[in-house]
């Protein structure tokens, strides 16, 4: 073997091509990660999602009609598939970190010369993979069940990032918050089950009562849903650019906080 | 000439317990330096702040100049860590494993090195097979395998024969030797203090969170002058020696002597009984004895 490596600082350009190599591998061993179990991790999903559809559109379609023009199914589908991607984009994040810390495997990352911000950017990144992956095969396999048009695919890609993205982030938070499989269980039970399935996924909230529907516009999620559903449909409870709004100055609140702990060190760095 | 790993008045607590009560000490380029003590010393977690695993509540540690905290990417990069407990990551095969360690520190193209490493620790038969498929011993192969693939010049070696068989344990010293003569600086901690007598060039001994000792390792055996001698005589030993007596094994009566200076008095006793001296021999206290007795306060 040959001797010890230099400790001269390199340019600042290989410093940064080095930097930007770390996150890469970190964002590919992330992708490896569920890519190597994608039949629980992305077609157990898919086929859930088509679950829904299926028993959801069979009872409810035809006594119920959203927006006046559209069939319960076509309302249903972008909504389901939304689901789908949030609470996978938080799925992947989450229990990555969890694993890590729990079997102490965490150490192999924390190691090397990655920043901060790398580490959050990697895990984000690949939790929107995910979601976009889990999204993609939903959106398959329950077209044939509700032919849809995309009405602006462009508010529907912008959606589906900037929410798997926000999921992505909760799933890094609470996977450095949590210290136990149990924690982050309860997280997902209460925390993003309820929101996810509250965020007008089923329904619209017009159809509401006025209480209601002011709660549910509490709920950030409700503005994906909604906002991707206007991707498809061009129709949505919230103008699209308000939704943007709110969905992504969530998300900025949501990393700031989590890049902050972080930073800190937080149950990571103790 | 910048010290590998300089430590200035590091302290650490985690709740009630003081895991590091004011730690300074510098190891030098291309030294082994053994850091030894019972368990709940403090090692594990200097080599955690060291390797930017905790954060120091005082105090300040750099690598070959770099200081860990505010400039972390220069300090890991040159730093190899192999931490004490056996862990590893399920989803990925050794070779994976290996390449994954070594992107994260920016090398894109590494195979050839890692290939070596693997070689060189005998893993190349297992380079394929899945981490959970390992044998613990082979598993710790890995993780030394892991800490050397941005070849470090500076390397940490957290109890790495912990749970190791004999061979594998000769191998792996053979081969941190080999680092050594290579340029590397080796830290290592170990409860085996054979192994530290015979590798370390310089050892520091903490007990609850501190340094009790640090010096060279020839130093501190030599440090504790007590002798010990043992001795076969033709005969039963007379009434006032026996009493001096530490312990007698197959015929063997084992004295303790403060300094070199009581070997003649001991063997004027003798004569003086009457009593003729079969066999004898003088042993110096190796490292274990004088760990014992520096833990137990003695110096
Ligand atoms: N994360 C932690 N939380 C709370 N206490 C800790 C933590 N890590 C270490 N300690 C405590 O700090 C003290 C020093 O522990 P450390 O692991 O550094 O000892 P060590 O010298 O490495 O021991 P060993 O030989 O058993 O590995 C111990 O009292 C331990 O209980
Ligand atoms: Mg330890």
Known sequence: MSGAGGESSRPAAAARSAALAGLATLLYKELLRFWKVAFQTVAAPILTTLLYLLIFGHVLEGNVRVYDRLSYTAFLV???????????????????????????????????????????????????????????????????????????????????????????????????????FDQLAGFQNFVIVPFTFLAGVFYSIHSLP???????????????????????HGVSDVAPLASLGVTGAFLALLSAVTLALLKSGYRLRQ | MTAAIEVRGVAKRY????????????????????????????????????AGLARADAGAVRVLGHDVVADYRAARRLLGVVPQELVFDPFFTVRETLALQSGYYGLRDNRAWIGEVMRNLDLTDKADANMRALSGGMKRRVLVAQALVHRPPVIVLDEPTAGVDVELRQGLWQFVRRLNREGHTIVLTTHYLDEAEQLCDRIAMLKGGRI????????????????????????????????????????????????????????????????????????????????????????
Do not use: C
């Open chain 2, 212 to 299: 009790v000792a640090l010096d060279t390792t020839a130093n501190l055996v030599r440090r504790h002058h007590a002798l010990y001698l043992r001795v076969r005589l033709d005969g039963p030993l007379p009434g006032e020696l026996a009493a001096r007596a530490l312990d007698a094994e197959g015929g063997m009566h084992t004295f303790r002597l403060e300094d070199g200076a009581g070997l003649e008095p001991m063997l004027a006793a003798f004569r003086r009984a009457g009593r003729r001296t079969l066999e004898v021999e003088v042993a110096r206290p190796d490292l274990e004895e004088v760990f014992v007795q520096i833990m137990r306060g003695e110096r």
């Open chain 1, 210 to 232: 006025a209480f209601w529907q002011q709660v549910s516009r509490f709920n950030p999620f409700f503005y994906m849903v909604d906002g991707f559903r206007y991707g498809f």
């Open chain 1, 78 to 180: 972008p909504g389901l598939v939304m689901m789908s991607m949030l609470q996978n984009a938080f799925a992947n994040s989450s229990s990555s970190l969890i694993q890590s810390k729990v079997t102490g495997n965490i150490v192999f990352v924390l190691l090397p010369p990655l920043s901060y911000v790398e580490f959050f950017a990697a895990y984000v990144a690949a939790a929107v993979v995910r979601g976009l992956a889990v999204g993609a095969g939903a959106l398959a396999v329950t077209l044939p069940f509700a032919p849809l048009g995309v009405a602006h695919p462009l508010w529907a890609m912008l959606f589906a990032l900037v929410g798997t993205a926000t999921l992505g982030a909760m799933g890094v938070l609470a996977g450095i918050w949590a210290e136990k």
């Open chain 2, 15 to 50: 709740g009630a317990v003081q895991a590091l009560a004011g730690i300074d000490l510098e190891v030098r380029r291309g030294e082994i330096f053994g850091l030894l003590g019972p368990n709940g010393a403090g090692k594990t977690t200097l080599i955690s702040i060291l």
